[in-house]
């Protein structure tokens, strides 16, 4: 092991200890800290970075540079980020023993999951700080890396495997590795060849980002005290989905998260994680993985490892399939729950990346669906236009809105009145525009995801106006439309077409990728 930080500190970072306590708030951690102990009672210093994209290489706008993420983090800043670190730092904040040392890291991406690859100078201008500032806080007994698993680098063909390969090369063999997933991470045996640990999260929404963080530092903690000797076993399945089908609320899907818990259940310190992939970064580890780490039973985790690849491989028909229906048989949908009065409806336009396409929209008002709200559609130039004409609210409205990529469809006309036009969700500038009997659609520069009907309740809105949502959302919006109980009909439509997002993934352009050795569009070697 590295000398600890109390043998060989010079200066000092904040701390959390055992004097700060986690409580449960709904599905949420909040760390109510009471005060900080003195350095002398520190026996183990632990950096934490966090690099996040999950990366649409398919989708148009250009290369993510480094002045696309939207913030730089360093320090306590870097501890008080995302659900993952905020579950590392409560539970590390349980031992009473562990210094944490945030190192600069980048965050939030402006466009999100809708923008294409990451440069490889904005990647290796990152990992540079990291890695700078690594070395400055050496000594350190640990790592723990917040990652998402499906980021997509020119040049870097396994970006998180790279992280970790670059920090094991500063702190050496001895000092454990962690990191944290997202399920939709696409990975393979190369990021535990340098790491020691991978947690993902079981569900989709994921509720459990918190959680996996915390596993993250009781596995770190287990290995800095002795107590633990990380041993690892990883398998590809050789199955290849649309994130649209991995909704874990549904089988086959839910059962195989079920299976990795079980295995978690049975065998002590065995720990079980499955990416199910991200199929639009163009990335050669693209595809399901299982992860199975052990304490010191190589055995053991070959054992796991081989039953839950057989068993994903075993309900593959199932996982890999899900048909939705087209824009059209949605609006016949709607107007039936609509009058038969299963309302609100929320509906998940799934397969729209860019956030711009207008087919519902049009197919809605074709068959007089009313009362809906459209939450968002992308359109910066109009919302540009709107500015340098002086548009406020009360301004009436004549435009086309979205449809300005291949999968976008064409502009949907709209006449209404501008209702709001100024800040919402993080963005400067945003329009809502009120039309036709009851209708309000939201115009943002940028693909934007809601999973939740309070997002709506700004400026003019208020969300018991409306019987229908449609949001711009694959599965994450069941979060607070369905699991709550709020909206009683789901409809999840498809695209009309074999477009960026849609479940027809061998109309993608995969240079990285061979179709023909994954399922379901062909047999995997050794299937």
């Known amino acids: 092991m590295q000398p600890s930080r109390r043998d060989a500190l010079v200066t000092k970072a904040p701390v959390m200890n055992s004097a700060t306590t986690l409580a449960s708030v709904g599905m949420g951690l909040v760390l109510l800290t009471s005060c900080v102990a003195p350095p002398e009672e520190l026996d183990y210093r632990v950096v934490v970075a966090t690099f996040q994209h999950e990366t649409c290489t398919f989708c148009p706008g250009g290369d993510v540079e480094a002045e696309d993420w939207r913030a730089r983090l360093a320090g306590d800043e870097v501890l008080e980020s995302g659900g993952y670190v905020r579950g590392f730092v409560a539970q590390s904040a349980d031992y009473g023993d562990m210094e944490l040392v945030g190192l600069r890291s980048p965050a939030g991406v402006f466009g999100g999951s809708s923008r294409s690859w990451n440069s490889n100078a904005a990647f290796e201008g990152f990992v540079e700080d990291m890695i700078e500032d690594l070395r400055a806080s050496m000594p350190v007994d640990g790592v723990y890396l917040a990652l998402h698993g499906a980021m997509a680098v020119r040049g870097v063909p396994r970006p998180e495997a790279e992280i970790a390969r670059r920090f094991r090369e500063v702190v050496g063999p001895e000092v454990p590795i962690a990191g944290s997933f997202d399920l ?14 991978a947690f993902v999260t079981k569900r989709y929404p994921h509720y459990d980002a918190s959680l996996q963080g915390a596993r993250a530092a009781r596995a770190l903690h287990t290995v800095m005290s002795g107590r633990y000797e990380p041993t690892t076993a990883t398998r590809k399945p050789g199955i290849i989905t649309a994130t649209v089908v991995q909704w874990t609320g549904q089988s086959p ?4 998260m079920e299976r990795a818990r079980r295995w978690e259940a049975r065998e002590d310190d ?9 199929p639009w970064s163009d990335v050669p580890d693209v595809g399901a993985t299982v ?15 081989d039953d839950m690849n057989d068993f994903i491989w075993s309900v593959r028909e199932e996982f890999a399939g899900g048909s939705y229906p087209l824009p059209d048989e949605a609006a016949q949908m709607v107007l039936e729950a609509v009058d038969r009065g299963v309302t609100p409806v929320a509906v998940g336009d799934h397969s729209d990346r860019p956030g711009d396409a207008t087919h519902i929209l049009k197919a809605f008002e074709a068959v007089g669906v009313e009362r809906v709200l459209y939450g968002a559609i992308t359109d910066g130039e109009l919302l540009d236009s709107l500015a340098g004409a002086g548009a406020s609210a009360g301004t009436p409205f004549d435009a086309g809105v979205g449809g300005f990529t291949p999968s976008g469809g064409t502009p949907a006309r709209i006449q209404g009145e501008l209702t709001y036009f100024g800040e919402w969700r993080g963005y400067d500038r945003v329009a809502v525009v009120e039309f036709g009997q009851g209708n309000a659609v939201i115009i943002v520069p940028a693909y934007t995801q809601i999973t939740d009907p309070e997002s709506f309740r700004f400026g003019p809105l208020d969300p018991g106006d409306f019987d229908v949502f449609v949001v711009k959302s694959r599965v994450h919006f069941r979060r607070g439309f369905d699991e709550t109980g709020f909206a009683p009909t789901i409809v ?4 009309p077409g074999p477009f960026v997002g849609t ?22 070697p050794g299937r």
């Open 492 to 495: 999840v439509v498809e695209a």
């Open 291 to 305: 992860h199975v780490m052990t304490n010191g039973d190589q055995a053991l985790a070959d054992e796991i490892a």
């Open 253 to 256: 899907s839910s059962d195989i």
């Open 503 to 524: 479940t027809f993934l061998d109309a993608l352009p995969y240079e990285n990728v061979d179709l023909g050795g994954l399922y379901p569009y062909g047999t995997p």
């Open 270 to 278: 065995a720990f079980v994680s499955v990416f199910y992939g991200y």
């Open 184 to 197: 939709h991470g696409n990975e393979d045996a190369a990021f535990l060849e340098h790491a020691d640990f």
